[in-house]
């Protein structure tokens, strides 16, 4: 059985008893919403359901998480979050700050050991898909991760003009083949796991050059 982890990707085993155990109770909070979820739709599943279901109290909860949409979408945020931890600690190393995102995006997904996280993943995309709610908050926290990501960057290549965009592009690209590899993946037969995931990525950030010189020509000519 592979270790959990935290949502950075540290091993669990390293931490302390007590943070360990807050790692076993966030986790059960995600994966019995996600079961719940997905049985009774996320409207027909209340926050008392999911608090009675893993034996916490609403206080507990809301240490864990601020809402339904962000227990729901703790996979993908993980990764998420994961990407800006890797993203500072990572030192420009030559080549565009294009190649340097996708470098930390795919160590990100490296990291993102704990058993079971693929199939979390497929579940909160497919709830995501049929509630709003999930969506609009899911684009929130991309504002939130695209702003932090773009600050690091201004930083580490040495930015001076807070109003150039081309961070804020290279985000953009990033963040739009991401998706591209996640809709193909979340559309594969069967269960595909970690790896087919950045297989997927990996293939989108390939067609990220194809994509910008695609010439608009008529058919046929």
């Not at 690091?152 to 991401?178: M, T, Y």
């Not at 269960?191 to 087919?196: E, F, I, K, V």
């Amino acid at each position: 059985m592979t270790a959990s982890t935290t949502a950075a990707g540290t091993p669990a085993e390293r931490l302390p008893l007590r943070e360990r155990k807050k790692l076993r109770t966030r986790q059960a909070l995600i994966d019995t919403a996600l079961e719940l979820f997905t049985e009774r739709g996320f409207d027909g599943t209340t926050l008392d359901d999911l608090c009675e279901a893993v034996e916490v109290s609403k206080r507990t909860f809301f240490r864990n998480f601020s809402s339904k949409e962000d227990v729901a979408m703790a996979p993908t945020q993980d990764l998420w979050t994961a990407f800006l931890d890797d993203l500072e600690d990572r030192e420009p190393a030559g080549g565009t700050a294009l190649a340097m995102l996708q470098a930390s995006l795919l160590a990100a997904l490296d990291r993102m050991t704990d058993e079971g996280w693929a199939q979390r993943v497929r579940l909160s995309r497919r709830l995501a898909a049929d509630t709003p709610s999930m969506d609009a908050r899911g684009r929130h926290f991309c504002d939130r991760t695209v702003r932090t990501a773009v600050t690091l960057l201004h930083r580490k290549l040495g930015i001076q003009d807070p109003g150039d965009p081309r961070p804020r592009l290279a985000l953009d690209l990033l963040i739009a083949a991401f998706h591209c590899g996640l809709e193909s993946w979340v559309a594969r037969p069967g269960t595909p796991d970690r790896a087919a995931l950045a297989t997927e990525v990996r293939t989108a950030f390939a067609a990220i050059p194809g994509a910008l010189t695609l010439e608009a020509t008529p058919p046929g000519s």
